[in-house]
């Protein structure tokens, strides 16, 4: 957990029904959700979640439908009202906030960015870049000149004249894309923005957004169904099952360390080599001392290429600044590609 995170909720309930505060105490005294719904007629959303996002990191939430990613993130700029909990921005606590200071988060410090594009279909696509700038109250001049660089950055200069409907799911998206980032806003959520996307243009989005993010530094909530995709995107990924947060960390952790069988089911069918890297299974050198060095950082599928085209049994492993952090063999990196949990690894140290 961070001191002052970007955003921050802490005991976060919401269920759904005609008195959700009256069946609070089942939830609390352990009730499941299935019997909660049986019984009582209630819908258990979310279910006690603590969670801090910091500033500048792209937290992804995933998790199967239903459970809960899309009812938290609404949480965020209250289009959806807890049952109970805190939900901080910036340290303020949202639900304080009056209706002035609720329409300026959203308009000014919160941007979101839909699965179904939400465009107006009466607008063209500079105008639909344009709208939120208005909303704002930002002058025509300025409002075209940022709408027009941002239709630019992400692909769509000559296009600013169609309609949605002359457009192309991912450059519907892009025009989504367009337009959150054109306000400015310190934060964006984006709840499955991709999902709808075939194979090919979804990993485009991906790297779009992924090269915008590493110029820009926004806040990002990115919510997917789609662990890959996650662990492409996520600086911190958080996993939610039956509204309840049952892992967060970095996609190292998530990977080598699951918290549950559920999770380690969930992780079983990823490519450990696209994701873990040297410093996560990297041993001390224990008195080793090989010529040959590999970076911490380097993606363990890529250093066991590496190995195999320089016949290389070990190597040592630097940080960043070409000092020696580590040492790795290859049955060690071949053991964590194979096996999430690690338990070879951990049974021999």
């Not at 344009?130 to 630019?152: T, Y």
Request: charged residues 30%; contains cysteine; aromatic residues 6%.
């Amino acid at each position: 957990m961070t001191t002052n995170p970007k955003i921050s909720v802490r005991g976060l309930y919401k269920i759904f029904g005609p008195a959700p505060r009256e069946k609070l105490n089942f939830v609390r005294d352990g009730i499941s959700k299935e019997e909660l719904l049986e019984k009582h007629g209630h819908v258990l959303a979310l279910d006690n979640i603590d969670l801090d996002i910091n500033a500048k990191e792209v937290l992804v939430l995933v998790g199967l439908s239903g459970s809960g990613k899309s009812t938290l993130i609404r949480h965020f700029n209250r289009l959806i009202e807890p049952t109970e909990g805190t939900i901080k921005f910036n340290d303020r606590d949202i639900l304080l906030f009056d209706d002035e200071e609720l329409q300026s988060l959203r308009r000014k410090k919160i941007a979101m960015v839909f699965q179904g594009f939400a465009l107006l279909p009466h607008r063209t696509v500079l105008d639909n870049v344009k709208f939120a700038l208005n909303i704002q109250g930002a002058s025509e001049i300025e409002a075209e000149q940022r709408s027009q660089n941002w239709i630019k950055r992400v692909g769509l200069t000559g296009f600013e004249d169609h309609f949605p409907a002359q457009l192309s799911g991912g450059m519907k998206q892009r025009v989504g894309l367009a337009r959150a980032l054109a306000v400015n806003t310190e934060t964006i959520l984006m709840d499955e923005a991709f999902s709808a996307l075939d194979a090919l243009t979804k990993t485009e989005m991906q790297d779009i957004l992924l090269g915008l993010q590493e110029e820009l530094r926004k806040t990002i909530v990115f919510i997917t169904h789609d662990l890959e995709e996650a662990l492409k995107l996520g600086d911190k990924i958080a996993i939610l099952h039956d509204g309840r947060l049952v892992q967060h960390g970095d996609p190292q952790s998530i990977v080598l360390k699951p918290a549950n069988d559920d999770v380690a089911k969930f992780v079983e069918g990823i490519d450990k080599g696209r994701v873990i890297k040297l410093r996560s299974i990297m041993t001390s050198l224990d008195g080793h001392a090989p010529e040959f060095h590999l970076p911490e950082d380097m993606l363990i599928g890529d250093a066991l290429m590496k190995m195999c085209m320089e016949y290389q049994k070990s190597a040592g492993v630097v940080d960043p600044k070409g000092k020696a952090s580590g040492y790795i063999d290859l049955e060690r990196i071949v053991t964590a590609i194979s096996n999430p949990m690690m338990k070879r690894i951990k049974s021999r140290e």
